[in-house]
């Protein structure tokens, strides 16, 4: 698709509809630099603290986002039923809420730069000791203006993406992308 008709906007949007639904429990978008990236987060994050219809369907997600009021430290005290919800709201991730019984407790979604360490071997650890890995990979225009210009970057990329990126689930794992 050109620039312009909203690439990544479909990308963001199939991020959260992953895990707000519960299809997926780790999304990993990523970009063709981490700057780029954490644009993506971002958007993601605003979507997610101030889109009422959002908060409307999903409350067990959108409310302890919502009531963090954008300070990422309150994560840290959050409790539901007096329990920690071990919400995280970084700039490179956001880790939902436990809330027991929502089909997106605990669901991730991380951002990367494509030629980052971050793409390899991302994981993160639950607090209950769990070991996630992604279980669905978007790329978002992976190239960059200079890459595109490049057959041998073009094809540099496309292996990072058809090898590394749908490798990152571990092992005999399988990943949607």
Request: hydrophobic share 40%; proline share 4%; aromatic share 4%.
């Amino acid at each position: 698709m050109p620039r312009g008709n909203g690439k990544t906007t479909l990308v963001e949007s199939a991020a959260m509809w992953a895990i707000l639904y519960g299809h997926r429990r780790f999304v990993l978008v990523v970009a063709a630099s981490a700057k780029a990236s954490k644009q993506i987060l971002k958007s993601v994050r605003a979507e997610l603290s101030t889109n009422d219809l959002l908060a409307a369907d999903f409350p067990e997600a959108v409310f302890p986002i919502q009531s963090l009021g954008g300070i990422s430290g309150k994560c840290r005290g959050q409790l539901y039923r007096g329990k920690e919800t071990h919400i995280e709201w970084g700039s490179e991730a956001v880790v939902l809420a436990r809330i027991d019984g929502a089909k997106c407790s605990q669901a991730i979604i991380k951002v990367a730069g494509l030629l980052s360490a971050d793409v390899r071997g991302s994981k993160h650890k639950r607090a209950n000791g769990e070991v996630a890995r992604p279980d669905f990979i978007i790329p978002d225009d992976p190239q960059t203006d200079k890459s595109a210009k490049s057959e041998r970057e073009t094809a540099t990329r496309k292996a990072i993406v058809a090898g590394a990126l749908l490798g990152v689930a571990g092992p005999g794992k399988t990943i949607a992308g």
